[in-house]
């Protein structure tokens, strides 16, 4: 991926469900999302899942949505397409992702 300069980097977290397995190897899951601020546009994302195919399928319904106009679209999908106990860490590691961009000063990005 080649990396443009207006390209942002956010990040957002989310204790994942006491009781659940992957609680007692990590205690929260991470949403790491590319965006471009000129577009809006997820460009790549990856979480802190200790699987591949996890990370791979909720990284794929993500890419290429718009952070700002998708987020109702992306929160939906998830709730439908990924049927695993910590479903409600990942939407609010997603939804805290996006708080984190929606302060953002695009304006500062490129200087």
């Known amino acids: 991926m080649e990396i443009r300069d207006s390209f942002v980097l ?3 977290f989310a204790q994942l469900p006491k009781g659940t397995p992957i609680f007692e190897v990590q205690k929260s899951i991470g949403c790491i999302l590319v965006i471009d601020t000129e577009t809006d ?3 790549d994302c ?5 699987r591949d195919i996890t990370n791979d399928f909720i990284s794929a319904l993500l890419r290429g949505k ?3 106009r ?3 679209e992306i929160i939906n999908t998830v709730e439908r397409r990924f049927i695993v106990p910590p479903k409600k860490a990942v939407i609010q590691a997603i939804l805290s992702g996006y708080n984190r ?4 000063d ?3 990005v490129k200087n």
Not at 46 to 50: D, G, L, N, P
């Open 10 to 12: 956010v990040a957002g």
């Open 41 to 43: 546009i997820i460009v």
């Open 46 to 50: 990856t979480f802190t899942f200790i």
């Open 66 to 68: 718009s952070i700002t």
């Open 70 to 72: 998708d987020i109702d």
């Open 101 to 104: 961009y929606i302060e953002l």
């Open 106 to 108: 695009k304006e500062n």
